[in-house]
């Protein structure tokens, strides 16, 4: 079992920053990527950056250069840098992490609004 607890979300005017932080406890040496996604109304929930242990990292084509995905091991967290934020960045965040099982975990979301 995997236990995630995110934090960092809520209200910035269009090209601000947020940073949201996400920290794992439980069965942690057996997480093998660490992950955020997000869901808009109406939408479907999609990946928006995830990252690996080694750690290799993937995003979204609409976050590609504003947002950075990173992971602190020692910690057991990973966050993810926002800038340059955009409305359409408005969504309910979420942490998800993999074990090397295959078995995954969700946080319990956060939100972020982009509006001026």
């Known amino acids: 079992q995997v236990q995630l607890v995110e934090s960092g979300g809520g209200l910035v005017q269009p090209g601000g920053s947020l940073r949201l932080s996400c920290a794992a406890s439980?069965?942690?040496?057996?997480?093998?990527?660490m992950g955020w996604y997000r869901q808009a109304p109406g939408k479907q929930r999609e990946l928006v950056a995830s990252?690996?242990?080694?750690?290799?990292?993937n995003y979204a084509d609409s976050v590609k250069g504003r947002f950075t995905i990173s992971r602190d091991n020692a910690k057991n967290t990973v966050a993810l840098q926002m800038n340059s934020l955009r409305p359409e960045d408005t969504a309910v965040y979420y942490c998800?992490?993999?074990?090397?099982?295959?078995?995954?975990?969700w946080g319990q979301g956060t939100q972020v609004t982009v509006s001026s």
């Open positions: 990252i690996t242990s080694r750690p290799r990292t």
């Open positions: 998800r992490v993999f074990l090397y099982s295959g078995t995954s975990y």
């Open positions: 439980g069965s942690i040496s057996s997480i093998s990527s």
